[in-house]
C-alpha cells in the first residue's frame, strides 16, 4: 500500500509559520479495512464533529439529518471495507493525528445536486474533490493538514482524477467546525486556483 509523504513544495513555502508548522515525521495511508479501527480512535466518542463521521458530503441534506449516527459511520464503514478508499488517514509516530476526505465527485450527493448553488458540479470530467479535513484539537498548527492536502493531490491524480475541487474558507480565524472544509492559504500553497465563487464562497481548482 503506497505512503503519500508530504511534498516538500507545498510545505516550504514562504511564510508558512503564519499557518502551520511542518512535521516532517508523518506518513499518509489510505483508509482500507485494516485501518478502520485507527479511523474510530482518531474520531472519537464524537464520530468526529457532532457525529457526522463524515458522511454529511455523501448523504446530502435530507438524507443526512434522517440518518442516525450508527447509520452514517456504517456507511463510511462499508467504503473502507469494500476498498473505496474514501480518505487518508495522518500518522505520527504509528498514532493517528488526521484524517482528509478526498473522493470522486460522484461519490458526494451534497455536491452533485444542480440544486447546490456552490458545490454543483460543472462540465469537467475526471473531477475529483477534497472536501473534509478533521484533526484533533492538540494536533492542530503542526502541518498534519497541510501534509493530508498535499498527499489527497497526489492520491487523486494516482488514480486517474483529471481535476481536483475544493471549497475552503477564506478566513484562517474561524473555529474548527466551521474550516473542516480548509483554508484558501491552505489550498493556494497547494497549488490550487480559484475558478469561481459564489455568495463569497470560492472554488478552487488543480488540474493534472
Not at 20 to 31: F, G, K, Q, S
Not at 100 to 105: D, E, I, Q, S, W
Not at 140 to 158: E, K, T
Not at 183 to 198: H, K, L, N, Y
Request: hydrophobic fraction near 40%.
Amino acid at each position: 500500500m503506497p505512503v503519500y509523504p508530504p511534498s516538500r513544495k507545498a510545505l516550504w513555502g514562504p511564510n508558512l509559520s503564519s499557518i502551520e508548522a511542518i512535521t516532517p515525521n508523518v506518513e499518509i495511508h489510505p483508509l482500507s479495512p485494516g485501518r478502520w479501527d485507527d479511523l474510530v480512535s482518531l474520531f472519537g466518542p464524537n464520530g468526529a464533529y457532532s457525529n457526522c463521521w463524515c458522511t454529511w458530503w455523501i448523504l446530502g441534506g435530507k438524507s443526512f439529518g434522517e440518518a442516525t449516527a450508527g447509520d452514517r459511520r456504517a456507511l463510511l464503514e462499508k467504503l473502507a471495507i469494500v476498498d473505496e478508499e474514501p480518505g487518508l488517514l495522518a500518522y505520527v509516530d504509528g498514532r493517528p493525528v488526521g484524517w482528509c476526505a478526498v473522493g470522486p465527485r460522484e461519490r458526494y450527493m451534497k455536491m452533485m445536486s444542480e440544486r447546490a448553488e456552490i458545490f454543483r458540479p460543472d462540465d469537467a470530467v475526471g473531477n475529483w474533490v477534497i472536501n473534509c479535513f478533521f484533526v484533533p484539537k492538540e494536533q492542530r498548527r503542526n502541518g498534519i493538514a497541510m501534509s493530508l492536502l498535499d498527499a489527497a493531490v497526489d492520491f487523486a491524480f494516482d488514480r486517474g482524477a483529471a481535476s481536483i475541487d475544493g471549497y475552503p474558507m477564506g478566513d484562517s480565524s474561524r473555529g474548527a467546525p466551521s474550516l473542516f472544509v480548509g483554508t484558501v492559504a491552505m489550498f493556494e500553497r497547494a497549488g490550487f486556483v480559484e475558478i469561481s465563487r459564489v455568495r463569497q464562497r470560492p472554488r478552487m481548482r488543480r488540474a493534472r
